[in-house]
């Protein structure tokens, strides 16, 4: 933590070394904004600050907002909450070759991650080799999640709860393009150290594969010597838009130990479609993903430890005007609305075969004011309803959340 936080402070200052520099120098490298731009693309495709010639770019994002939020009637009140910094530090190291790296401050100084620190060596369009820290590529949110790009104060549940959002691990791997006509075809595929036996060893219990996220350890180690798999294809059309098929698996736990055989293997297995698209005429934003895991629960688990699990989410962006508006030329305001679904246990009970529930709906509608694209103020109000294992009546959450999220 206190190399990250000396890292940082060293871009700060690095950042304040160019307000020093002659204005003409500086420039913005712009956000790609292309219909061929793909959710793989979203990790280079952000706005940086740049000196000159000079071959490292510095950029990043902020997001804050305010809530009043209460579970069946009952409220901790107003809150005001500092959700995330996060810089970036990119740099052309010599032709075909850059790296990249991303850190990311949460709740003040609460947690700091290396979400991504990779080299990138372009060989050919279609084969380019990435190694260090990388994000997998399971489903489109974990790699398109840049708090400006979304009308939403909170992350998808399933993105967050079902699949642990922002999942990168040490590894390698490969991916490429191919440009045909109105056609984009993409794929990658990445070898990294995985999960551990957090999985169903947490103090929720219940499975649960963000809980992987606190091994720190995974950066430096494998947890059981099996590497995880992690592979996506994606395809897109100019005018219909961008499909992706996702796969992520590997064994979770530690099964052998100095030679001696502890456990058998016991998997993982995630699998994730993702599509979105713009209408034409009405310029409605659809985007959508949905997720199935699999996991092999040792016979002496209880049943509220699922071994299947799934859910996913959509958003539909609507934009109502657009125009100059307060000297912005460019400004939108958008309406919105997210529907979301997570199934923490997918099955019925061996004894009575009744329904396991251990389940959650939400509905988020929104507005949202964009003056520039890299920059939103959102307001959101929250209905989310929770049944536990048993099925007994829902936990209601309802609120209000006000918040902005803008690049720099």
Same mark, same amino acid.
């Given at each position: 933590?206190? $190399?990250?936080? @000396?890292?940082?402070?060293?871009?700060?200052?690095?950042?304040?070394? +160019?307000? $020093?520099?002659?204005?003409?120098?500086?420039?913005?490298?712009?956000?790609?904004?292309?219909?061929? $731009?793909?959710?793989?693309?979203?990790?280079?495709?952000?706005?940086?600050?740049?000196?000159?010639?000079?071959?490292?770019?510095?950029?990043?994002?902020?997001?804050?907002?305010? $809530?009043?939020?209460?579970?069946?009637?009952?409220?901790?009140?107003?809150?005001?909450?500092?959700?995330?910094?996060?810089?970036?530090?990119?740099?052309?190291?010599?032709?075909?070759?850059?790296?990249?790296?991303?850190?990311?401050?949460?709740?003040?100084?609460?947690?700091?991650?290396?979400?991504?620190?990779?080299?990138?060596?372009?060989?050919?369009?279609? @084969?380019?080799?990435r190694g260090g820290i990388v994000m997998n590529p399971i489903g489109a949110f974990n790699q398109n999640h840049d708090g400006p790009k979304w009308e939403f104060v909170d992350r998808p549940i399933s993105a967050t709860q079902l699949l642990p959002a922002t999942w990168s691990n040490v590894g390698f791997g490969l991916y490429g393009k191919k440009y045909t006509d109105n056609w984009v075809y993409a794929y990658e595929v990445y070898l990294t150290n995985g999960f551990?036996?957090?999985?169903?060893?947490?103090?929720?219990?219940?499975?649960?594969?963000?809980?992987?996220?606190?091994?720190?350890?995974?950066?430096?180690?494998?947890?059981?010597?099996?590497?995880?798999?992690?592979?996506?294809?994606?395809?897109?059309?100019?005018?219909?838009?961008?499909?992706? @098929?996702?796969?992520?698996?590997?064994?979770?736990?530690?099964?052998?130990?100095?030679?001696?055989?502890?456990?058998?293997?016991?998997?993982?297995? =995630?699998?994730?479609?993702?599509?979105?698209?713009?209408?034409?005429?009405?310029?409605?934003?659809?985007?959508?993903?949905?997720?199935?895991?699999?996991?092999?629960?040792?016979?002496?688990?209880?049943?509220?430890?699922?071994?299947?699990?799934?859910?996913?989410?959509?958003?539909?962006?609507?934009?109502? @005007?657009?125009?100059?508006?307060?000297?912005?030329?460019?400004?939108?305001?958008?309406?919105?609305?997210?529907?979301?679904?997570?199934? +923490?246990? =997918?099955?019925?009970?061996?004894?009575?075969?009744?329904?396991?529930?251990?389940?959650?709906?939400?509905?988020?509608?929104?507005?949202?004011?964009?003056?520039?694209?890299?920059?939103?103020?959102?307001?959101? &109000?929250? &209905?989310?309803?929770?049944?536990?294992?048993?099925?007994?009546?829902?936990?209601?959450?309802?609120?209000?959340?006000?918040?902005?999220?803008?690049?720099?």
């Open positions: 933590m206190k $190399q990250a936080i @000396l890292l940082t402070l060293y871009c700060l200052l690095a950042c304040s070394a +160019f307000c $020093q520099i002659d204005p003409d120098l500086l420039r913005r490298v712009p956000v790609k904004n292309d219909s061929f $731009q793909l959710n793989m693309d979203a990790i280079y495709n952000r706005p940086f600050l740049q000196v000159g010639k000079l071959p490292v770019a510095v950029g990043g994002y902020v997001e804050g907002n305010y $809530q009043y939020v209460s579970n069946n009637g009952v409220s901790e009140g107003h809150q005001f909450q500092m959700r995330r910094l996060t810089i970036f530090l990119s740099s052309s190291i010599n032709k075909r070759i850059k790296f990249l790296t991303e850190i990311e401050f949460e709740d003040g100084t609460k947690e700091i991650n290396i979400e991504f620190a990779s080299v990138d060596i372009e060989f050919a369009p279609l @084969l380019n080799l551990d036996d957090r999985i169903i060893a947490n103090p929720d219990n219940r499975t649960s594969l963000p809980a992987s996220k606190e091994n720190k350890d995974r950066f430096e180690e494998s947890f059981n010597g099996s590497p995880l798999l992690t592979g996506k294809f994606a395809i897109r059309n100019r005018q219909i838009g961008e499909l992706g @098929l996702s796969y992520m698996g590997g064994v979770y736990n530690k099964f052998e130990e100095d030679g001696i055989v502890l456990d058998q293997k016991r998997r993982v297995d =995630v699998l994730a479609l993702d599509f979105n698209t713009s209408l034409p005429h009405t310029n409605t934003a659809i985007n959508t993903e949905w997720a199935w895991i699999k996991v092999n629960i040792p016979d002496t688990y209880t049943q509220q430890f699922g071994r299947k699990q799934q859910g996913g989410f959509i958003d539909i962006v609507q934009p109502i @005007l657009k125009g100059k508006m307060f000297d912005w030329e460019r400004a939108t305001l958008n309406v919105a609305v997210r529907g979301e679904y997570a199934d +923490f246990n =997918v099955g019925t009970f061996k004894q009575t075969g009744g329904n396991i529930y251990d389940h959650v709906y939400a509905i988020v509608p929104a507005i949202s004011f964009r003056p520039t694209a890299q920059t939103v103020l959102r307001a959101n &109000y929250r &209905y989310e309803w929770r049944r536990d294992v048993l099925g007994n009546p829902p936990t209601k959450t309802t609120g209000i959340q006000i918040g902005f999220s803008t690049y720099f």
